[in-house]
Nanobody, 120 residues
Framework: QVQLVESGGGLVQPGGSLRLSCEAS????????MGWYRQAPGKQRELVAR???????DYEDSVKGRFTISRDNSKRTVYLQMNNLKPEDTAVYYC??????????????WGQGTLVTVSS
């Protein structure tokens, strides 16, 4: 079983910064891509940023230049550095790993979510 544990959410003022972390644990061989999604109240879940197996990255347009995604050498932990936060960034942020290669095959795994609130 593979689990993703997130940390780093909280309340921050507009213009502030937060750093989210997500660590994968359990029985797996490797993870090809890891990323962050978010879901605001009344809205669909959307991709925020993703780091791929070749270390290339993808970002949602509204966060380009403000958010940076990175991954540690073990490729078990992914980070999201969020700068110049805006009220519209308020959402529950979910870590995603897809695909995760296990002995049983490929699976997609989600974290439990961490709340980010940007408000004065």
């Amino acid at each position: 079983q593979v689990q993703l544990v997130e940390s780093g959410g909280g309340l921050v003022q507009p213009g502030g910064s937060l750093r989210l972390s997500c660590e994968a644990s359990g029985n797996f061989l490797t993870i090809f891509a890891m990323g962050w999604y978010r879901q605001a109240p009344g809205k669909q879940r959307e991709l925020v940023a993703r780091v791929n197996s070749d270390d290339s990255t993808d970002y949602e347009d509204s966060v380009k230049g403000r958010f940076t995604i990175s991954r540690d050498n073990s490729k078990r932990t992914v980070y999201l550095q969020m700068n110049n936060l805006k009220p519209e960034d308020t959402a529950v942020y979910y870590c995603n790993a897809n695909p995760v290669v296990t002995r049983a095959g490929y699976v997609e795994v989600w974290g439990q979510g961490t709340l980010v609130t940007v408000s004065s």
